[in-house]
């Protein structure tokens, strides 16, 4: 009776080879799964800091417009940094409305984005 015993315990000793293959795959595809989101990552925030500075352009812009007065606020176009701005006023009851687009590349073609603000006079 002990040598039952005995030879069961060797049998259940390790690994066998298709587990060590089946361990593998499953940490293979995990580890590409990993790399895979780490690129998708690193590319939404090139992206996400791209579309700061076109905020941050816009911005800029805008605050041109407002340190103007009201007479003198007129539409235009100009590029900086490869960021497209062009502006559109319009007088209303209670000052200028303005209308900011802006165009700039990114990793899938040319975007747009417009801003929209009312300057007081």
């Known amino acids: 009776m002990r040598r039952r015993s005995c030879g069961r315990l060797r049998a259940r000793r390790g690994a066998t080879l298709v587990e060590l293959v089946v361990a593998m795959m499953i940490l ?3 580890l590409l799964a990993l790399a895979g989101s780490a690129s998708l990552v690193t590319r939404l ?3 996400g800091a791209r579309q700061a500075a076109v905020a941050t352009i816009a911005q800029a812009r805008i605050e041109r417009l407002r340190s103007v007065p009201c007479s003198a606020v ?3 176009q100009d590029t900086v940094r490869g960021v497209v701005s062009q502006w559109t006023t ?3 009851t ?3 409305s303005v209308t900011l687009s802006v165009q700039f590349a990114s990793v899938r073609g040319t ?3 417009s801003f929209r603000t009312i300057l007081p006079c």
């Open 28 to 30: 293979t595809v995990g």
């Open 45 to 47: 925030s090139g992206e």
């Open 74 to 76: 007129a539409g235009g």
């Open 90 to 92: 319009q007088s209303i």
């Open 94 to 96: 209670r000052g200028q």
């Open 111 to 113: 975007r747009s984005q």
